[in-house]
């Protein structure tokens, strides 16, 4: 069974830095897009950052130059410069139906999600 657990989430104020992390377990896919996706209350779940298999990255407009995406055995978001309006739950989340690349980042091209991990940044 598959499970994407985030950790790392937190309270800090407007300008600070926090760095989120997604374990992967019972899974074997080799080539995948992992991926960060955020959902603020009363907002749709938006697509921040992925990873693709070959190691390209790409960023929503809203954090680029503010927040890199890395992974080893452990997927990671390392969010600087962090502003109230990137309070949000935070989900990591992979596609394996691509052959390790990345589509556009929606709902509907994740195959798995994890839970989630809360951001809350205060100015």
């Known amino acids: 069974q598959v499970q994407l657990v985030e950790s790392g989430g937190g309270s800090v104020q407007s300008g600070g830095s926090l760095r989120l992390s997604c374990v992967v377990s019972?899974?074997?896919?080799?080539?995948?897009?992992m991926a960060w996706f955020r959902q603020a209350p009363g907002k749709e779940r938006e697509g921040v950052a992925a990873?693709?298999?070959?190691g390209s990255t790409g960023y929503a407009g809203s954090v680029k130059g503010r927040f890199t995406i890395s992974k080893d055995n452990t997927l990671y978001l390392q969010m600087n410069s962090l502003k109230p309006e990137d309070t949000a739950m935070y989900y990591c989340a992979a596609n394996v139906r691509s052959n390790g690349y990345c589509p556009p980042l929606s709902y509907y091209n994740m195959d798995y999600w994890g839970k989630g991990t809360l951001v809350t940044i205060s100015s």
């Open positions: 990873i693709a298999s070959d």
């Open positions: 019972g899974y074997t896919y080799k080539r995948d897009c």
